[in-house]
């Protein structure tokens, strides 16, 4: 039979298995938030940036005398550990739980102290060596070290998705150099509209894609504003004098990001309102590359009765009854990616309007949509980069018939002969089932082979240039 040991806290009593290196608190905390079945062992980023955290605090406290010097080097060991990830699965408290993340630090507090208490020669639950609360959590609470953490992980997590996003820019920028001279019709409202090349439209797509980029950076920085120190409502209640200022120092220093204490720190323990311009930012870009998936699918239906523009690469058989049918299912996916995240933009929203007074006790769902955000979508970014974008090739000849034979190119005539005759000739093509050309040119006679040679040019479908008659 397994030993245990014997824990309290002010609810009772309980036998906690003596290899688990959590407490009392967090064991508490797996009881009551069985939500997501998603623990924080899931978000390792999250678990580095509690240890920096409690390490941070534990040098501020020993500079400021708040601590014993040897009990913060027993949590400094302890942080270090957690840092190094040689302790995730003890953190077993589920993304999603009342308290405002309170169950989340009591499991760092909880996790470090038994580490720290081990280093010390002492036994895990001999907590009057060294305290989850007295110690680990000196000169804090949950609603300083919690969002800080969280900060610190989102950043670290935004710098992670930001790279994968930016993979997506170049892969299509290297198609837009690839297709820059496969000539297309361009459409609006999904009829033809005037000629463009496919690598235009790649390299479009890989220029949107890098004005969200920048979009995201900039959001990004709104995280470095942390407000370690507060305490419980930004009164600084049970923290020493500079204490606030020297942690996030120690912090920064720690974490290698140029964290800065918030001048107001009431302010700044209830506002969530970076994570609000945050989230809406990556709703943002979540919006644009689901449309970016919906132009692919439009782009590659057929193959025999669709646009058939380009061949996107066949990755599973499509269909349980119709034999040889190929389906989109990377853009699919993909899609459907994008819009979890266009949801969870609503989860943020309301999360952070829910907050009431000094303190938004809505956090871990706000932790929750963002994290999972940030993942699901690299994942996805990754997954469309690997097995669609790099793969996708052009039907070029197709692509050039169907510009030369649409009524679209009659718009390249209104320099020449004016827009009502050119729009008599796109009515009479219409009607007829005739060709802009044989109509212009061999019927009407308004200009001469040579000019149509010269209009109708790649170079100048390419690159329009106003042609006098």
């Known amino acids: 039979m397994e030993s245990t040991r014997k ?7 309980l036998e906690i298995p003596n290899h688990l290196y959590y407490g009392i608190q967090t064991f508490r905390a797996v009881e009551n938030f069985n939500i997501t079945g998603i623990p924080i062992s899931k978000e390792p980023l999250f678990i580095k940036a509690l240890g920096y955290v409690k390490k941070a605090a534990a040098l501020a406290n020993k500079d400021c005398n708040a601590i014993d010097p040897k009990l913060a080097e027993a949590i400094c060991y302890g942080s270090d550990q957690v840092i190094a990830g040689k302790f995730d699965q003890e953190f077993v408290s589920d993304l999603i739980q009342g308290g405002a993340g309170t169950s989340v630090n009591m499991n760092a507090n909880e996790v470090i102290a038994n580490i720290g208490l081990e280093y010390l020669g002492h036994k895990k639950g001999e907590y009057q060596f060294l305290h989850p609360n007295n110690h680990v959590n000196c000169s804090q609470s949950t609603n300083d070290a919690y969002p800080s953490a969280f900060r610190i992980a989102l950043y670290l997590k935004m710098e992670s998705f930001i790279k994968t996003f930016a993979g997506l820019e170049v892969a299509f920028a290297k198609k837009g150099e690839e297709f820059k ?33 920048q979009r995201l950076k900039n959001a990004q920085e709104l995280l470095l504003e942390i407000n370690m120190g507060a305490t419980a409502i930004g009164t600084k209640v049970n923290a020493p004098e500079g204490y606030p200022e020297i942690c996030v120092k120690y912090l920064a220093d720690e974490v290698g990001i140029p964290l800065t204490l918030s001048p107001d720190l009431i302010e700044a323990t209830v506002d969530t309102g970076a994570y609000v311009q945050i989230m809406g930012t990556l709703k943002r870009s979540a919006v644009k590359i689901s449309k970016i998936c919906n132009d692919l699918r439009l782009l590659s239906s057929g193959p025999r009765t669709g646009l058939n523009e380009i061949n996107l690469p066949a990755r599973q058989p ?8 190929v389906n989109p299912v990377i853009p699919e996916v993909v899609n459907q990616t994008c819009f979890y995240v266009i949801g969870q933009d609503l989860t943020v929203t309301m999360a952070a309007e829910a907050g009431q007074l000094q303190l938004n006790v809505m956090e871990p769902v706000i932790a929750f949509a963002m994290f999972t955000s940030l993942d699901y979508l690299s994942n996805a970014i990754q997954t469309l980069i690997d097995k669609c974008i790099n793969g996708i090739t052009a039907n070029v000849d197709h692509c050039y018939n169907m510009v030369m ?13 004016g827009y009502e005759e050119s729009a008599s000739i796109a009515g009479e093509a219409l009607k007829t089932n005739k060709s802009v050309h044989q109509i212009a040119v061999v019927e009407r006679k308004l200009i ?19 042609i006098t008659k």
């Open 7 to 13: 824990e309290h806290d002010f609810l009772g009593e």
């Open 181 to 213: 001279e496969v000539l297309k019709m361009g459409r609006t409202q999904l009829q033809d509209a005037v000629p463009m090349t496919l690598g235009q439209e790649f390299k479009a797509y890989a220029t949107t894609i890098g004005e969200d980029i």
């Open 318 to 325: 499509g269909s349980s009854i119709m034999p040889g049918k």
């Open 405 to 417: 034979n649409s009524i679209g190119i009659v718009t390249q005539l209104n320099p020449i002969i």
């Open 448 to 466: 001469t082979q040579e000019k149509w040679d010269e209009i109708y040019s790649l170079d100048n479908l390419i690159h329009p240039k106003f």
